[in-house]
Nanobody, 115 residues
Framework: QVQLVESGGGLVQPGGSLRLSCAVSGITFSTYTMGWYRQAPGKQRELVARATSSGITTYADSVKGRFTISRDNAKNMIDLQMNSLKPEDTAVYSC?????????WGQGTQVTVSS
């Protein structure tokens, strides 16, 4: 059974940092490109970062230089280090395959950037 479990969200002030983690089970993790997505209230879900099975990374322009995606194929985990957070980064963050999300979504983790 496929399972995606995200963690690490919270409330942070502008300019702060958070590190998100996603534990993946039920797939051959190392063969998939994985990504982090986010969905803000009233907006469509967007892909913000992805990492290929070999670790090549791609970022949305809105997060480039501030976010870093990393993966551990031995642990079936994918992380997102978020620095210099802005209020517009506020969203529910979720992981899935990328660029097409083909797995059932997990519960996501809420990130709120506010003073």
């Amino acid at each position: 059974q496929v399972q995606l479990v995200e963690s690490g969200g919270g409330l942070v002030q502008p300019g702060g940092s958070l590190r998100l983690s996603c534990a993946v089970s039920g797939i051959t993790f190392s063969t998939y490109t994985m990504g982090w997505y986010r969905q803000a209230p009233g907006k469509q879900r967007e892909l913000v970062a992805r990492a290929t099975s070999s670790g090549i990374t791609t970022y949305a322009d809105s997060v480039k230089g501030r976010f870093t995606i990393s993966r551990d194929n031995a642990k079936n985990m994918i992380d997102l280090q978020m620095n210099s957070l802005k209020p517009e980064d506020t969203a529910v963050y979720s992981c899935n395959t990328a660029p097409a999300a083909i797995l059932s979504w997990g519960q996501g983790t809420q990130v709120t950037v506010s003073s």
